[in-house]
Structure formats: structure tokens, C-alpha cells
């Protein structure tokens, strides 16, 4: 992730939503809880995505690491 | 008429009381908060202290847990600290984000975190199982990220 992808995931942590690429094809719309440059994650809820199938069951939030996302707008 | 146990004695002296099987009153000067409440495997570690009296165990583990979780409300910005064991960092980890916390699911489905009702707290376990294992409490509204480390 670039610095500039990191910046504007930090400026939607509590304020609207966001949409996440990730390496393996997922496509979510996501609400941002929590960005750690430290641990080099992203913690969110899931507002859409197109792996339902991933994310079946879990009620709780997601945590993904920077490697793992390939962009954000 | 009943004698007190050594541990009845020690909690008065210390000003910490136990409130039964898993909770623990603190009433001294300097706690932050009224009760701590402690996980299932603290309760039965207490029960079978491997030295010492319980009770001593106990008051330590109450007072060690409550002052860090004020530590942790309290921090601004990074900072780390040791607790005494990782048994006494789940237990702050837990406190931190309190009831109704919610978990935190990686990529695979494993459960690596918690964040509280609210979303102003979170703990993150991504680091427990690393050489220099710690767990990362984040607290949004003072801006603070402490980790925890343990000593055994």
C-alpha cells in the first residue's frame, strides 16, 4: 500500500466507507474502524463485498494486513 | 466462631476484597476502577497457586491488573510496559474493551482481536505468538497504543 492509500484510510476511520482490492480478488466496501501503521493493519466492518461466502457467519470486524490489500479508493 | 483465613486477612490489609469466584473488588486508594473481574483460567490458577498462599496471588493480581488497565485508558501516543505474566495481559486485554466487545476476525478466520461496543477501544492479539510477543491495546480517543509485553 502507498502512503497516500494509507492516508486516506486514515481520514475514513469513523467517517463513511471506503472500497478495499485485495490481492485475491475481493472487492469490499468497507467501514474503517482502526489504521495501524505500527502493526501494519486495517481493522473494518464489511458494508458489501463480492466474497459473501468469506464473511458468512462472522458478525465481529475484520482485520487485514497492508501486504494483503492491493488498492484503496 | 470461624478464624479469618490468612487470605480474608491479607485482602483487608491491602484493601483489596474478592466478591466469590471471579471477581475481585478493589477498594484501596489509587484504583482507577471499582472491580476487576478476572478470566476462568486466572480463577483456577489462583485456586492452585504454584507457590505462596492464593491470597497473595491474588491481591497482586488484582491491584497488577487494575493498574494497568488504568495505564492503558490513560496512555497518549505509543508506549509499552511489562506485566508479569500473559495470563494478566489477557486479562487487561479483556477489561480494556469490556462488555459486548466484539472480535476481530483475520483473513482466514481467526479470531485476532477484540474491539469494544462503542469502537473507541481495541485489543489485537497478532502479536501474541511472536518471538517478542505482546498484545497491542489502541485507544482512539487519547491516541494511545500500548504494548504489552510479559515476563513469563
Redesign the interface.
Known amino acids: 500500500m502507498t502512503e497516500n492509500e494509507i492516508h486516506i484510510l486514515k481520514t475514513k476511520?469513523?467517517n463513511g466507507t471506503v472500497r478495499i482490492s485485495f490481492f485475491d480478488g475481493e472487492e469490499t466496501i468497507a467501514k474503517i474502524?482502526?489504521v495501524?501503521e505500527?502493526?501494519k493493519?486495517i481493522?473494518f466492518d464489511v458494508v458489501s463485498t463480492n466474497r459473501n461466502d468469506?464473511y458468512k457467519g462472522?458478525?465481529?470486524?475484520?482485520?487485514?494486513r497492508f501486504d494483503?490489500v492491493s488498492a484503496v479508493s | 466462631m470461624t478464624a479469618p483465613t490468612a487470605g480474608a486477612l491479607l485482602a483487608e490489609e491491602s484493601g483489596v476484597s474478592f466478591a466469590g469466584s471471579g471477581t475481585a473488588t478493589v477498594v484501596g486508594a489509587g484504583s482507577a476502577e471499582g472491580t476487576v473481574r478476572l478470566l476462568d483460567n486466572t480463577t483456577a490458577a489462583l485456586d492452585n497457586p504454584a507457590e505462596g498462599t492464593g491470597a497473595e496471588v491474588t491481591a497482586d493480581v488484582v491491584s497488577e491488573i487494575s493498574n494497568t488497565i488504568t495505564r492503558a485508558r490513560q496512555t497518549i501516543g505509543?508506549d509499552g510496559m511489562f506485566v508479569s505474566s500473559k495470563n494478566i495481559a489477557e486479562n487487561v486485554a479483556e477489561q480494556f474493551v469490556g462488555d459486548n466487545a466484539?472480535?476481530?476476525?483475520?483473513?482466514v478466520?481467526n479470531?485476532?482481536?477484540k474491539?469494544s461496543e462503542d469502537?473507541t477501544k481495541?485489543a489485537?492479539y497478532?502479536?501474541i505468538e511472536k518471538l517478542d510477543a505482546y498484545i497491542?491495546l489502541?485507544n482512539?480517543p487519547t491516541g494511545g497504543?500500548l504494548h504489552i509485553r510479559w515476563l513469563k
Open positions: 476511520i469513523d474502524l482502526s495501524s505500527p502493526e493493519d481493522i468469506k462472522k458478525t465481529g470486524a475484520h482485520l487485514v494483503e | 505509543n466484539r472480535p476481530i476476525y483475520d483473513r478466520g479470531m485476532v482481536g474491539i469502537g481495541i489485537r497478532t502479536s497491542n489502541e482512539k497504543n
